[in-house]
Structures are given as C-alpha cells and as structure tokens.
C-alpha cells in the first residue's frame, strides 16, 4: 500500500477549506504465512519489533461474542478491561511508534480474528519515511487490514483483480480506519483512503472526501529535509496569527482553498481533453508555486525548505512544502521533458545539504 502526500491546501483545511491528496509511489509491504504451533509473531523491523504471542492469549473473538456493535465504536471506547489486556500483551516498548503499532495489531485482531487459529508471522517493511507526514502509518494500517482480512477469510487473496474490487477496498478502507484511530485518536480518514484506492482525493475536514477524477500519475521529486518539527505546534500558530489578523489570514487561507479547487477543475478539464497533459502539468506548477507562498505567509516555511526552492528554481524547477511544514518534506514537479541529468545533478545539490531525496510517482494504485 502507498503512502500519501498533500499536494494542496495544508493548514487551511484546518478551517473546512478543500485540500488535496494522493497517492506516493514510495510503499509498504507486508509478507504474511500461516504456521501451526499456536503462535503469532509480529516483526516490524523499520520500527523495532519483534514480538510473539501465544494465540491463545490473545483475546480474538472477543468483540463478536462479549462486546455486540464494540466494533463499530471509536476503538478508545473499548472497556477499560479489554485494553489492559491488550496493554499487558503489548508488553514493553521505548517510543510511541512501537506502542501504536502493536496496539493497532492487536486491536484488529480483536475485532477481526477468529476464536481459534493455527498462528501466522506477519513482517512488514516501508519506503514511506516514519514520521515526515507522508502517511507511513496509514500505508501500514491498510497493509495490515488486508492481511487480516484475508488470513481470516473476510477478503478473496485475490482481491485486487476481483469484479467486486471496490466492495473489497471499501471493506479493507473500514478497518484500516479502526486501526488509524487507534493510533491517531481522532484522523481524518484521509490518508487510509489513499493508501487504499490510491489516486488522488478532495477532502474537506468534518464533510468527508471525493476521489478526484482525471488524475493521472505524476512524477515527483520527493525531498525530506529530515528537520524535525511539530504538527500541532505549527497549528496552534496559525491559529494565534489569524485569531490577531483575521482581516489579514482569512483572505490567504481563502486562497489556498481557492488553489485545490483549481487543481480539481484542470484535472476536469484535461480530461475532458479541454487542457493538454502539458498545459495541466503547469499550471499544477503555477499552484504549487502559488500555495507555497501562501503558506509562507502564515508562517509555516522553514530556512531547510526554502534551500530546497532555491536550489530546485536554479534547474527551472516549482516546489511547495508539504504537509505541517516547519522543516520536514517538499514536492517538486519533474515535467515529463525533464532530463534525468538535471535531476541526478538536484539530487546530488541537496544531497550535500543532508537531505534526502527520493524520484517517485502520485497518484498510483492503492492496496
């Protein structure tokens, strides 16, 4: 399953304007194989896990049989007796990143898992970098519904060729929700949408999200400035600065909403063979442009991300931040008339700043 990456209308969407999303070329894989000692094994190398369990101590079934519609619930709803259990099997961890993992595990098994199994290994490794906003734990949530769906008999192996297609993502989309709640609280559902139907996605907070259509894969350069930063942080200041300049912000966060319905509209257009793959790429260009200034504005740019523009404009090239900015990723649109040595020649530039840099694609295939 892919990861995602926001092409338009960050922070903003915030405040119930449109942002955009797809699909990354950068994934993650799962290998899964039943075994028949009694015994289920997790191994998450990217993250540091390697953990087993006897079956039978798992509490599989539990919600079908003890707990009625616990299923349908927010997992944090889930009774305080069936989460200790849960906790006391996750064991010890040193970072978040392994506790959320393994709780979004077990909890599916919970509301997936029959009441008896022979056992399984299931290993997991990513592409998606941990923690640059380019949805690693969605991409894993939906690889790990997947598996469970199918080990469990929910969901045909061979789903993803299946003339029920659709019903089958739309199952694997439900539960990989569950598992993103468990690990985020409260996330928009965005991310496991793209992980799973890959494409690209139009959503507005609280209002749901629509799959954008005419979206053809585009090529990417994919820089991560690996400067740490704090999604929250950079929330709440946004928030300070439209709440003491409102006649100022709520015009700019206006536009970047205006930005996605831009691009929404071109993707309409060329498919309707109304623009040329050309012209759409740039003006998808001039938006990126447009929507990093934008966010620029409100305070969210970092020196890190800045150098990555100024090195990418030398070659010709548009790039935007991408997710909470503050350091972390960037996008830089590669025209199909690119040439590959103008590339490596990027790369190799912002390879001596200590930034990491991947050539991919969007709006990809999902699961």
Not at 19 to 24: E, N, P, W
Not at 188 to 212: Q, R, W
Not at 234 to 245: D, I
Not at 264 to 270: S, V
Request: charged content about 20%; proline content about 3%.
């Amino acid at each position: 399953a892919p990861g995602k990456v926001i092409l338009f209308g960050e922070h903003a969407v915030v405040y119930q304007k449109t942002a955009v999303a797809a699909s990354l070329g950068l994934r993650s894989y799962l290998y899964l194989e039943q075994r028949q000692d009694g015994q289920c094994h997790l191994l998450l190398p990217d993250v540091g896990i390697n953990k087993t369990w006897a079956i039978k101590d798992i509490p599989m079934g539990q919600a079908h049989i003890d707990i009625g519609l616990f299923c349908f619930t927010h997992p944090m709803s889930m009774p305080e007796e069936l989460k200790s259990r849960l906790v006391t099997l996750m064991g010890s961890v040193t970072n978040a990143s392994q506790e959320s993992a393994i709780m979004a595990f077990l909890y599916l098994l919970v509301i997936l898992g029959p009441t008896q199994t022979t056992g399984f290994t299931l290993c997991m490794r990513s592409f998606v970098p941990v923690g640059a906003g380019l949805g690693s734990s969605a991409s894993y949530s939906v690889v790990l519904a997947t598996s469970l769906l199918i080990l469990f008999g929910h969901l045909p192996y061979d789903f993803a060729t299946s003339t029920n297609k659709e019903v089958y993502l739309n199952k694997i989309n439900e539960y990989a929700f569950k598992a993103e709640q468990v690990i985020h609280g409260n996330p928009s559902g965005v991310d496991n949408a793209v992980a799973t139907f890959g494409g690209a996605k139009s959503f507005i907070k609280g209002k749901g999200f629509s799959t954008l259509e005419g979206f053809t894969s585009l090529r990417l350069l994919l820089t991560n400035t690996r400067v740490p930063r704090s999604t929250s942080a950079l929330v709440a200041g946004v928030g300070a600065k439209r709440a003491r300049y409102p006649e100022v912000i709520d015009p700019i966060l206006d536009s970047i909403d205006k930005v996605s319905l831009r691009c929404r509209d071109a993707l309409k257009k060329c498919e309707n063979q109304e623009l040329t793959r050309g012209q759409l790429v740039e003006e998808l260009e001039d938006l990126m442009d447009i929507n990093h200034c934008l966010l620029h504005a409100l305070g969210v740019s970092h020196t890190s991300l800045e150098t990555v523009r100024s090195i990418t404009a030398k070659h010709g090239l548009k790039t935007k931040l991408t997710g909470a900015g503050g350091g972390g990723c960037a996008v830089t649109v590669l025209r199909e008339d690119t040439q590959q040595s103008t590339i490596d020649t990027v790369v190799k530039s912002l390879g001596t700043q200590g930034y990491d840099c991947y050539q991919t694609l969007v709006g990809g295939v999902g699961a």
